[in-house]
């Protein structure tokens, strides 16, 4: 990788990896609708643009030897449940016009983003499910209108390989969490929404909204093993979706006490049950990343977020 477009760059795990693509020496241009929000940006020249538009693709892969295909339309569970029609609409057309995009201009080396979200939800439906293993996507039962139009866009990628001979990667995220990502507003992700609940407790001890019962599960990824993941996938000769995430699952009822414990708070749980929670258990399986590129996310969930909690407790108590 030489000269690398980021698209996504002014989001969450856009911007970090900008910033670690010009650690490795590369010449980058970000890509969004949006100037990164929370810090500026590291990339070497940033353009706005809607890659819902053909002619705004064709400008951002111009010139480039790889691209990282993480823009989209997305939030947490209380974006994807608000908005359908206009994620589903979003993403299939940044999906298909970026990677035709690619293929005018020949870019070398295509990276694309998906999620957990393809799996099936008839495997995710108690909070000790197994881990999602990369070939049980079929038969197809996605989450949501977003994990459909994600299914949909690596089918489509896969045959843009096939046809054109297109060196593609496709890594599976899995909750991705971290520093300078969104934590209100309504797009952000639990882990997100739960330190900044706390954050906000003044003294030692308070109340906070759960949504659900507490006890759906989840997996989580820090923001910097994502990064890691994204590079070594790129430099991999995978030729299969994989996945990118923790294989540890801890319930919203464990997650709390995580952070409570990291913010010196005693924390009360006011349960929601309207609000929405989606699958029940849902974590990665990490025997293929292991087995083919040696390595897995490493980095604990203690530690991300301390550094998570940290980051947003300051966002917060700023003013």
Known sequence: MKRVTVTGAGGFIGS????????????????????????????????????????????????VDTVFSLAANMGGIGWTHTAPAAIMHDNL??????LEACRINEVENIFYASSACVYPNYLQETNDSPGLKEDKVFPADPDMEYGWEKLTSEILHGT??????????????HNIYGPLGTYDGGREKSPAAICRKIAKIQGVEGIIDVWGDGTQA???????????????????NLDRPINLGSDRMVTINELIDIVSEIAGKRVHRKYDLSKPVGPKGRNSDNTLIQELLGWAPSISLEAGL????????AQVNQF
């Not at 301390?306 to 407790?313: A, C, F, H, Q």
């Open 16 to 63: 970090h990896l900008v910033s670690r693509l010009k650690q490795e020496g590369c010449w980058v241009r970000g890509v969004d609708i949006k100037y990164p929000e929370f810090s500026k940006t590291d990339a070497d020249e940033f353009e706005i643009l809607d890659l819902r538009k053909r002619d705004d693709c064709l400008q951002a892969m111009r010139n």
């Open 93 to 98: 057309l940044i999906s298909t016009n970026t």
């Open 160 to 173: 843009y390989k096939k046809s054109y001979g297109l060196n593609i990667k496709i890594a599976r995220f």
């Open 218 to 236: 989840r997996s989580y990824c820090y923001v910097d093993d994502c990064v890691e993941g994204c590079l070594r996938i790129m430099r991999s």
């Open 306 to 313: 301390l550094e998570t909690y940290k980051w947003i407790s």
